[in-house]
């Protein structure tokens, strides 16, 4: 899906470099400049703002899901961005699309007699 038809950025462009700044030690907040900066590009009329900080929201989540992102710092940067975001298009944006509950897996059952059982 295109995100920003100025510069035609997708949303997978905007989960990859996601994934690269979120997993940096120092991860600044992942706003729509800091990710299309990024990308090596510069937002022209900034019209697709809103899109793309629910694009950056649902992404974070789905990376977390995954488990390719560390899951304190992706709500972490949940958090604050929609702090950054109250009162915005951007919010409604994202209210329209609410996170599904994750489901956490319980622990597979050791088979009977197992090697790391005592004998
Ligand atoms: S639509 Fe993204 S900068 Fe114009």
């Keep these: 899906m295109i995100v920003c038809s100025c510069l ?3 949303d997978a462009q905007i989960e990859q470099a ?3 700044i979120l997993r940096s030690p120092d991860a600044p907040l992942p706003t729509p400049g800091v990710v299309y900066r990024h990308l090596a590009k510069k937002m022209v009329c ?3 703002s809103p899109l793309a900080v629910s694009t950056i929201y649902r992404k974070i989540d789905e990376l977390a899901q995954r488990g390719v992102v560390c899951p304190y710092a992706c709500a ?3 958090g ?3 702090k950054c975001a109250s009162d915005t298009l951007a919010e409604r944006l994202i209210e329209l ?3 599904k509950p994750r489901r956490i897996e319980s622990p ?3 088979p009977q007699g197992s090697a790391l059982e005592p004998a």
């Design 76 to 78: 972490n940067a949940q």
């Design 46 to 48: 900034c019209g697709c």
């Design 108 to 110: 597979a059952p050791t």
């Design 8 to 10: 035609i950025i997708t």
């Design 18 to 20: 996601l994934l690269e």
């Design 80 to 82: 604050r961005l929609r």
């Design 97 to 99: 699309h609410p996170l």
